[in-house]
């Protein structure tokens, strides 16, 4: 049997709940439009998805992040602007940003050496720091104007490895192993 998984940075709730708020704003000036909005409780920043894995793939996985986990200190976050994948007039995916910094890179790079080690797929995109609020199923062209994002910061101090169980009412989030930072 295999789990859907991936690695993420769980968020903190007042920053759940504010882009919540944020969501119910675009919602308001997006209502006719096939866009599936992230419940806040499963809002995160996504650092890798595996895809299907596998128990000794998982079990492999839980041993290379803990490794690295154990080396890098809590750091601090701070969200940006709200953006589009791939861009404002084709959008995809609406986001808000969140501030690339030394630390994060850090990590994605040694997650990434991991991954390789292990003979996990890596996307060869660059990582783009950044939490999904929606998804758009057709192309349109959506509407952010006048939904403005205060800057939140937030501590990091855990990185999760996730299981995504897909239902008809939309993705669910699991915490497989949370791993704590120094």
Known sequence: MTKRTFIAINLPAE????????????????????????????????????GDLDEKQIAQAKE??????????????????????????????????????????????????????????????????????GRIKTYIKSKTAGVVMEPMSFEVKSVELMESRLTPEGSVYLVIKSFPLK
């Not at 000036?29 to 992230?38: E, G, L, M, T």
């Not at 701070?78 to 986001?95: A, M, S, W, Y």
Request: hydrophobic share 40%.
């Open 64 to 133: 290379g992040i803990e490794e690295i986990t154990k080396r890098i200190n809590s750091f601090e976050m701070q969200t940006g602007k709200l953006g589009c994948f791939p861009n404002e007039d084709r959008p995809r995916v609406i986001f808000v940003e969140v501030k690339d910094t030394k630390i994060i890179r850090t990590l994605i790079g040694e997650l990434e050496v991991m991954l390789q080690n292990l003979d996990f797929p890596v996307d060869t995109r660059p990582w783009q720091a950044h939490i999904t609020l």
């Open 15 to 50: 920053v759940k709940q504010k882009l919540g708020k944020a969501i119910g704003e675009l919602e308001k000036i997006n209502p006719d439009y096939a866009i599936r909005w992230v419940a806040p409780e499963n809002l995160h920043l996504t650092l890798h998805f595996f």
